[in-house]
């Protein structure tokens, strides 16, 4: 059974850092073809894509977060991470990873090419 649990969620003033973890059990970062997504909900909105880390370690991010946020991840310890720098008020959310390997096409930035997904942790960035 695949769990990912994220962790490292708070609140922190605008301009402030935090960094996300996504621990996984049940699966392996490393498998072939694996995309690791990290998406938020805003309060009151529809879940958006943030960003994307592949097997290989290729990243692709929203433009709403590139050149503040970036994802990686630890095969060693099966963690995703993204962290996320020069924090605004308007990245406040809850945040999830989503993980998935299947033979599919992508964008990369739609809920339905990521089978498994975690609980999520809140950020909140006050101004």
């Known amino acids: 059974q695949v769990q990912l649990v994220e962790s490292g969620g708070g609140s922190v003033q605008a301009g402030g850092s935090l960094r996300l973890s996504c621990a996984a059990s049940?699966?392996?970062?490393?498998?072939?073809?694996?995309?690791m997504g990290w998406f938020r909900q805003p309060p009151g909105k529809e879940r958006e894509w943030v960003a994307t880390?592949?097997?290989?370690?290729?990243?692709r991010s929203a433009d709403s977060v590139k050149g503040r946020f970036t994802a990686s991840k630890d095969n060693a310890k099966n963690t995703l991470y993204l962290q996320m720098n020069s924090l605004k008020p308007e990245d406040t959310g809850m945040y999830y990873c989503?993980?998935?390997?299947?033979?599919?096409?992508?964008?990369?930035?739609?809920?339905?090419?990521?089978?498994?997904w975690g609980q999520g942790t809140q950020v909140t960035v006050s101004s």
């Open positions: 989503a993980v998935d390997n299947r033979p599919l096409f992508r964008t990369y930035d739609r809920e339905y090419e990521y089978k498994y």
């Open positions: 049940g699966y392996s970062y490393s498998t072939y073809r694996t995309y």
């Open positions: 880390i592949d097997a290989n370690g290729n990243t």
